[in-house]
């Protein structure tokens, strides 16, 4: 079972649209962290949220952070084909502790020029 | 943000031999260091968490004695591979793990380090 279970796996979309994409879980998290990988790379991180319902904006990245504190989207305004990769979520809390991300499987997203 | 380096990039090594891998926080000291393996097209994997100056906690399923795993100083951990094997070929990456000003933890990845065994 996976404990965060992100969706869609796959999205394409034309340059300039919006997108979201969203990481769900039924646990609850201390932190949450957003990652974006491309291919051979590591990940890098974009951000991390801690508080229920925070919003943080990162230029036309929007992540929140849900009131419960088990789950996070993150929006795109206008994408564009520098915002293609693979976005990972990674909370930190149970049922693993504060020692260890668990990881989703990520969102694969393709900006189309 | 904090920067985590990791060396070689790629390697390609033959059958049996043995591969060190090395894992550096360029910019902050990491008292937790974790190591991953990553397939094609998922996620990560968590190998093993390293303590500085500890032994390795490795997860289960990892072999602790192929998969050699120090954390000398605050700085540094290395991930040797023994007797590596052509199923170990993967992509390796390590993590470092920093205490962000607002008292939560973030984790810092390296570029991450190709491995193939002949």
């Known amino acids: 079972t996976q404990l965060l279970e992100q969706s869609p796996q796959f999205l394409s979309i034309q340059e300039g649209e919006n997108l979201t994409v969203y990481c769900n879980s039924s646990?609850?998290?201390?932190?949450l962290q957003w990652y974006r990988q491309e291919p051979g790379e590591g990940p890098v991180l974009l951000v991390t949220v801690v508080t229920g319902g925070e919003v943080k904006k990162l230029k036309r990245l929007t992540f929140q952070f849900g009131d419960a504190r088990k789950d996070s989207s993150l929006h795109i305004t206008a994408a564009q084909p520098g915002d293609t990769g693979l976005y990972l979520c990674?909370?930190?809390?149970?049922?693993?502790?504060?020692?260890?991300?668990?990881f989703g499987k990520g969102n694969q997203v393709v900006v189309i020029p | 943000g904090a920067v985590v380096s990791q060396h070689p990039s790629w390697v390609i090594c033959k059958s049996g031999t043995s591969v060190k891998i090395e894992c550096r926080s360029l910019?902050?000291?990491?008292?937790?260091m974790f190591w991953y393996r990553q397939f094609p097209k998922q996620s990560l994997m968590l190998m093993a968490t390293s303590n500085e100056g500890s032994k390795a906690t490795y997860e289960q399923g990892v072999e602790k004695d192929k998969f050699l795993i120090n954390h000398a100083s605050l700085t540094l951990s290395t991930l040797t591979v023994t007797s590596a094997h052509p199923e170990d070929s993967s992509f390796y990456i390590c993590s470092a793990r920093a205490l962000h000003t607002g008292h939560y933890y973030e984790q810092y990845f390296g570029p991450g380090t190709r491995l193939t065994v002949t």
């Open positions: 646990s609850v998290f201390s932190s």
């Open positions: 990674a909370g930190l809390g149970a049922p693993y502790g504060n020692n260890r991300l668990a």
């Open positions: 910019d902050f000291q990491a008292t937790t």
